[in-house]
């Protein structure tokens, strides 16, 4: 019943921001290889500060991954300085790459959108370095396959509309959004969460008097009984 009831507020938390930002169509990206690279270096960064990382990198090497798993790792760590902590990611990179090399004798994964999706995102965590929200990025993004990735934007505000439990980490949250959410539903639901929290509900205040999903909400719920036993004592 729990689950029942959580799958109609998506439903009706979906319509409402659909309302307010529109409904986003998927378009591809990047190639699977270069999403990965991209969504590595995003970690703990501004998509500004990644992205021009990642151009840094093409351009350095020519988009050739060969050269980059080639490349003096101090070498890939200066040119994406910009994406910050450089020196733990550029190893990173180079390991990733040198794996799916390793395994697949290229830098193609589009195998993966034959797979069933579970099986598919088996395989990217089993790289090593590779965790729930970079295999879901690679394959929402670029391959545009229903894996709805958990990034602090959407965490937050699945955790505080109560979509998730309050205790349910970021890692875990993607195996419960994933069954709430319906897969033709996982991508404007994302893309519309991550809006909601960048423009509304943000951290550490959200901005609750102009918030669409007052009503759907246990954050706001929970703040304003609080604040009426305040008031009557």
């Not at 395994?103 to 965790?131: H, I, N, Q, Y």
């Not at 934007?153 to 439990?165: A, P």
Request: charged fraction near 25%; hydrophobic fraction near 40%.
């Amino acid at each position: 019943m729990l689950t029942t009831n959580r799958r109609e507020k998506v439903a009706r938390v979906d319509a409402a921001l659909s309302c307010v930002y529109g409904d986003p169509e998927w378009s591809p990206s990047l190639d699977p290889v270069g999403e990965l690279v991209l969504t590595i270096l995003s970690q703990h960064t501004s998509d500004r500060n990644s992205g021009a990382a990642f151009d840094a990198l093409h351009d350095r090497f020519e988009g050739d991954w060969h050269r980059v798993i080639a490349a003096p790792t101090e070498e890939v760590a200066r040119t994406i300085r910009s994406a910050g902590l450089s020196t733990i990611k550029a190893p990173r990179i180079q390991k990733v790459l040198d794996e799916v090399r390793r395994r697949t004798g290229d830098f193609d994964l589009r195998f993966l959108e034959k797979m069933p999706l579970p099986d598919a995102r088996r395989w990217l965590m089993s790289l090593d370095g590779v965790g729930p929200k970079t295999a879901a990025c690679v394959l929402m993004f670029s391959l545009g396959m229903p894996a709805m990735p958990v990034d602090t934007h959407v965490h937050r505000v699945s955790r505080r509309l109560g979509l998730i439990g309050p205790k349910v980490g970021a890692d875990r949250a993607h195996d419960v959004l994933a069954e709430l959410v319906p897969a033709s539903r996982a991508y404007p639901f994302h893309i519309n969460l991550i809006r909601h929290g960048r423009q509304v509900c943000r951290a550490p205040v959200p901005r609750c008097q102009i918030c669409p999903l007052t009503g759907l909400c246990d954050y706001f719920q929970a703040h304003r009984d609080q604040t009426r036993q305040e008031a009557a004592t």
